[in-house]
């Protein structure tokens, strides 16, 4: 029996009087050996949470940037940690010792390697969004599905203790009747790019391989690591940023999938003349049967609703609950007596989310996870709705069986452009 099938079977072998305490032992000691793709930030973030688990070991990294990989590499081998090193994921994924992958690239690279790896037989961690498209949502969807991977979204917040808290008490209906929830995030550290020269793409950097689908351009600073948030080619703004994060929770509060109707309005308002394309300050509203939800976002700016600079607020008849990463808290109607102090919160949601994914691993159980590819892709496609609202102007409807809008103009958004050769996968 080879490393793979002791990974597959240990559980049950462990546990089996056939087989000595020894032969379990060496068993139980297998580890789950995981390649990241994307070194920098949260990618980085991500493996130092996963490397905590004792069942974890890091084999192999890629990155584009061989500055990025270098550094990585060098910071591992410093704990012990040697690796291989990759500049195309697509080697990596062909390493067969690899169980599992970390994909924490930009968005627009997220739907083919994800569904490369499913293919190659990896387990999948994949960054949020899932897509940047609600098409490449629905092909991820059906790749995991097909070939029955473990594949965990980074909304870590759905593996934390008081989100889970504070969703229970709205499920109480002690809020009363719930008519609007509010979603926001205020990013105040983060103002306006200004615009800046096309140049050479700085030594090390593998430019073509960091485009991929996206369409051919002169390497630009502005639209490279961190900032290609702000780029239709690459990803959706604040958007589908943070809205990933805390409109889950708002459709997981309210019990809700689908809205019946979109409509968004913002702009460049910080910063007409910045070089960002997606809108620094927008609010949208999805209309449900009985409530809206409400989004709004603005970059360079902290005092959002309630003073807080990001978070949930479900608004009931009989109260108000707010919730955010640093707990939750009920303000009462007048004369409600309804009144909660704040739920702080107590736990590592990044640490825990990990944590779930190596147990599904480990138990072969993708129903074990906190947030599995269907959730992150619904989330994914319900945030790229706004996106689509304010792109066209329209208030949009959505039809839920046809999956897609009543508008043509908007039904050119959801499947996206590939370019350099590079194909949407198809399932």
Partial sequence: MNRKDFLKTSAIFAASTMYSSSQAFALADVKIRVGLIGANGMGWSNLNALLKDSRVVCTALCD???????????ELAQRGINVKRYIDYKELLQDNIIDAVIIATPDHWHALQMVDAVNAGKHVYVEKPIGNSIKECEVMVAAAQRNRSIVQVGQWQRSQQHFKDAIDFVHSGKLGKIRVVKAWSYVGWKQAISSRPDEPAPAGVHYDKWLGPARLRPFNPNRFHFEFRWFWDYAGGLMTDWGVHLLDYALLGMKVSDPVSIMATGGKYADPNGASETPDTLTAVYQFDDFNIQWEHALGLDLGPYNRTHGVAFIGNNGTLILNRGGWEVISEKDKGLAVPLQKSSDNGLEKHMVNFVDAIVKKDAGKLNAPIEAG????????????????????????KQRKFTDKEANKYLVPQYHNGYKLPKV
């Fill in 377 to 400: 892709a619904h989330i994914a496609a319900f945030s790229q709705m706004g996106n689509i609202a304010y792109r066209t102007g329209k208030k949009l409807f959505w039809d839920k």
């Fill in 64 to 74: 584009i940037d061989e500055n990025v990989l270098h550094k990585r590499t060098d």
